[in-house]
């Protein structure tokens, strides 16, 4: 049977049965009804198990065939043998996808994969399309989505309107990018598990067409139909940045991928040049992913070439930076004398005027006045492609507090963009996300706040050709 490529239908679904539905709190079928009430999900919902005749005040039906209306999706958390029958019971209720969250399948190889098979077998041949099995779910906060497995924050907690869309294999990098970074949000996100049926070139599509998703992060373990894959990435990287973390570069990492989805992890220098010529950022942590999402999706403008101004008061920290953009292919750019004099007056007689620029650690120095003329008279040199602005940014240092200046510049506008490489706290939370709305972001250290700006540049030039 034709199985739909449009998946709006499961990303936006009219209707839900969750079939191995609790009324225990602690157990899957529990959280997953509980994720979707909290989330305002606006559509049917219909609680499956024989067991039960409620859950959290809904009414619970014996199996799908009870099930009162049409079904879009059914999420399913039941014992693994049991899987196959309940596909073929969806069949013949014209479900049109099913998100399936039991372990089991091909990850544990043997039974497990044969167990998977039938289970695809039936879900082709009736037109059904699966994530999973082995998944966390689906997020998407534009319909009030938390289709999810696992205790979650509420829609509202994740999104930031900054069009993000994640796709993963796992429902740690879920847990990870919530949790430690509830400044990004997420618009739209799927665990896709052991990836049977739909793959990271379903859901790239979809994000890739959806005008909500403005950029697309990935977390790879293995790619299946590969040439689809990058024939997408190369349209969709003219428009979107897609940023990719591939696990399993090393033999003993491709190993551990296996075992936990089943998926297998490839040549990673052949994944390095097949993302390079698709446009995909590549990403060698969980640290470096967030980065460049942060940069990409929040850093503007990005820069026109790899000259960057380093702002400091510490001389130790502007070697660092020196190092790190020799290391990134960016360079610190030289001042003109115009800046060179306009710098000069603001500062001791006795101080050095270079680059990068050190402000100096003194009580002769108005340190909020001092980085306010220095910003001004580096957007107006022409050779200097970006500022970055290394200090202790925290609630704790008013003297050095430079947040104020940076704000009214972003009142005024932001000529050349702005990185700051600083220490973050939780008093200052607020003033980064202000910063970060305007268009400058913030890094734990220099290393990654000059890799991040590489990445701009880098994505700068490929959008411009």
Not at 349 to 362: C, M, R, T
């Amino acid at each position: 049977m034709k199985r739909p490529n449009n998946l709006n239908y499961l990303l936006s679904p009219r209707s839900i049965a969750v079939i191995g539905a609790s009324s225990t709190p602690g157990r899957v079928g529990y959280t997953i009804i509980s994720n979707l009430l909290r989330s305002h999900y606006p559509g049917r919902l219909y609680p499956v198990n024989p067991n039960i005749r409620e859950t959290m005040g809904i009414k619970a039906y014996p199996g799908i065939d009870a099930v009162p209306g049409d079904v879009d999706v059914v999420m399913i958390a039941v014992q693994p043998g049991s899987v196959p029958d309940i596909i073929d019971a969806c069949a013949a209720r014209k479900v049109k996808a099913a998100i399936i969250h039991s372990a089991g399948f091909s990850e544990v190889g043997g039974e497990g994969r044969k167990l998977e098979g039938e289970v695809l077998r039936i879900a082709h041949r009736n037109g059904i399309r699966i994530v999973g099995p082995n998944t966390q779910g689906i997020i998407d906060t534009g319909a009030n989505l938390m289709a999810l497995s696992l205790n979650f924050p509420t829609v509202g907690d994740l999104s930031r309107g900054r069009g993000v869309a994640f796709i993963c294999q796992t429902g740690y990098f879920y847990w990870d990018w919530v949790f430690r970074h509830p400044e990004l949000g997420l618009a739209k996100a799927v665990d896709l598990g052991n990836m049977c049926d739909l793959s990271y070139a379903d859901f790239l599509e979809n994000f890739g067409n959806d005008p909500q998703v403005q950029l697309i992060a990935l977390q790879v373990e293995g790619i299946r139909n590969g040439s689809r894959f990058l024939e997408l990435a190369r349209r969709i990287t003219r428009t979107k940045p897609v940023i990719a973390l591939k696990a399993g570069r090393t033999q003993s990492g491709a190993r551990a991928i296996t075992s936990h989805t089943g998926s297998l992890a490839g040549n990673d220098a052949v994944y390095a040049t097949a993302f390079k010529q698709a446009g995909i950022v590549r990403a060698c942590d969980m640290d470096e992913l967030v980065d460049f999402t942060r940069t990409l999706a929040c850093l503007s403008p990005l820069p026109h070439g790899n000259r960057v101004a380093v702002i400091t008061f510490s001389g130790a920290a502007a070697a660092l930076a020196a190092d790190a953009c020799e290391e990134y292919g960016m360079e610190i750019a030289p001042l003109s004398r115009s800046t060179v004099a306009q710098i000069r007056k603001i500062l001791p007689p006795w101080a050095f005027v270079g680059d990068p620029i050190d402000l100096f650690q003194s009580p002769e120095v108005d340190q909020k006045m001092a980085h306010a003329v220095t910003i001004e008279a580096l957007f107006a040199d022409p050779g200097v492609d970006a500022i970055m602005i290394i200090g202790l940014m925290t609630g704790y240092h008013e003297p050095f507090d430079i947040f104020d200046v940076l704000r009214a510049r972003i009142e005024r506008g932001l000529r050349k963009p702005i990185v700051i490489s600083g220490v973050r706290d939780e008093k200052g939370r607020g003033h980064w996300s202000a910063l970060e709305e305007g268009g400058i972001t913030g890094y734990s250290s220099i290393r990654r706040a000059i890799k991040a700006l590489a990445v701009a540049h880098s994505r700068y030039r490929l959008t411009s050709t």
